[in-house]
């Protein structure tokens, strides 16, 4: 520790990198981030509205869903390598636009293609935006890794809190000029935002550390000093595991998600209670990742994605038979609170990956967990889901989705007992078995 200790006493400070503190890039990229969330809190809002103006099919408005997931989480991956290597300023500015010119294409059918091919464009981007957001937390907070990376990842639900509520309010027979509107303000507002953030990003130099800093305690302490690698990463089974359970929990929340105002009228609910779940769902998620991430900090990653994930699925088990016996109350609860706990991946993982990684290839660990796992997610999340509640009901679909979250929970018991310990004398082997593509320790 005395090593660590004196490395980071040599290191400039951030106020001698940046000219300010490294809290002024927190708020950047708490801002970016929040300008990639209506993408996702958002669509079961906006969907409606684009399925009655367009005349499209559920299964085409599911497509533009899973599309945005698919395309969002593969984005994550160029993003973060390419912000590990150049930082995130310019990948964020630029990527910013593209992002705003994603939610526009909602503006411009009929023509499904046409919409299609830009929201596809801009889907991609926000996965740059959100790599490079999120990555903040590992990069700067090394000292702070769950409460930042916590908060951060907070405005990718709060963020389209601005836009639901007032989706929500337009009647279902105004004029489609209404709706489109509220896009034309989202998009330029959310564009904007994304370019300022990105132009007040930098990275600190690769190892840094705030001045004086030791870590200390069981939950903080990283259980190797090694900065691993993409390469490296993909080379240990700890990684694998981290990839399926992602796949997993992504999937069981991304179906209530995208669905929750269909899932709440499925059981013939007042529309009241649809915008709370839709607008509730949002915050829980924001304060899900903040909290639990936060609590990671004492109780280490690992215990808070067993609790939090298995904990999920009986809460998402528990609005179902809330919507079977009719109990509106119950159904809102059950379904914010589900959601509450489930957001908490999107804090816990890249906090994992930090913690088990290290902070130097941080974009490109955590971006290629996210485009695996995410991505594959968004393929249940979006349109397998939608083919199940075709053909056998909301319940089904969501009862699938809460075994998933509840062995996501569980597969993470093993990584309590064995996280990656790099050796020295090993090393030759795990890069080797890196490049083969198979999982080693």
Request: glycine share 12%; hydrophobic share 50%; aromatic share 14%.
């Amino acid at each position: 520790m005395a090593s660590t200790s004196s490395a980071a006493a040599t290191m400039p400070s951030d106020r001698e990198i940046l000219g300010h503190s490294r809290y002024v890039v927190a708020v950047a990229a708490f801002f970016a981030m929040a300008a990639t969330s209506p993408f996702e809190y958002a669509w079961s809002s906006m969907s409606g509205h684009i399925g009655k103006i367009y005349g499209w099919s559920p299964e085409q408005i599911a497509w533009l869903f899973t599309l945005f997931v698919i395309l969002q989480s593969i984005g994550t991956l160029p993003g973060g390598l390419l912000r590990d290597r150049f930082g995130p300023r310019w990948t964020t500015a630029v990527s910013g636009l593209l992002l705003g010119l994603g939610l526009f294409a909602l503006a411009l059918g009929p023509s499904y293609v046409v919409v299609v091919a830009l929201w596809c464009i801009g889907s991609f981007f926000t996965g740059f935006v959100y790599n490079n957001a999120v990555t903040t937390g590992n990069k700067w907070f090394p000292d702070r890794r769950g409460l930042m990376t916590g908060i951060i990842a907070g405005a990718f639900s709060w963020g389209s809190l601005p836009f639901i509520f007032p989706i929500r309010a337009i009647p279902y027979n105004s004029p489609p000029h209404v709706f489109f509107d509220v896009i034309y303000i989202m998009a330029g507002v959310l564009g904007g935002v994304s370019i300022i953030a990105g132009l007040l990003m930098k990275d600190p130099p690769p190892g840094w550390r705030p001045a004086g800093w030791v870590p200390s305690t069981k939950a903080v302490k990283r259980p190797s000093e090694h900065h691993y690698t993409v390469g490296e990463a993909l080379g240990t089974w700890q990684m694998w595991v981290l990839i399926v359970s992602f796949v997993l929990i992504s999937s069981a929340g991304l179906a209530g998600i995208s669905k929750m105002v269909g899932y709440s009228k499925s059981f013939h609910f007042t529309a009241a209670a649809a915008t709370a779940a839709a607008g509730g769902i949002a915050i829980a998620n924001g304060f899900g990742k903040l909290i639990l991430g936060g609590l990671s900090e004492k109780f280490g990653p690992e215990n808070m994605m067993i609790f939090a994930y298995i904990l999920c699925g009986l809460l998402l088990f528990l609005s179902i038979y809330a919507g079977a016996t009719h109990q509106e109350l119950p159904f809102v609860c059950a379904a914010i609170a589900a959601i509450f706990f489930w957001a908490s991946l999107f804090s816990l993982f890249p906090i994992a990956i930090g913690h088990y990684y290290g902070e130097s290839a941080a974009g490109g660990n955590y971006g290629v967990l996210y485009a695996i796992a995410k991505g594959s997610g968004g393929f249940y999340g979006g349109i397998l889901s939608t083919m199940l509640i075709t053909s056998f009901g909301f319940s089904v679909a969501i009862g699938v989705a809460g075994v998933m979250a509840i062995l996501a929970g569980v597969i993470i018991v093993p990584l309590k007992f064995a996280p990656p310990v790099w050796r020295e004398a090993g090393a030759a082997s795990v890069a080797r078995a890196a490049r083969a593509g198979s999982p080693a320790r």
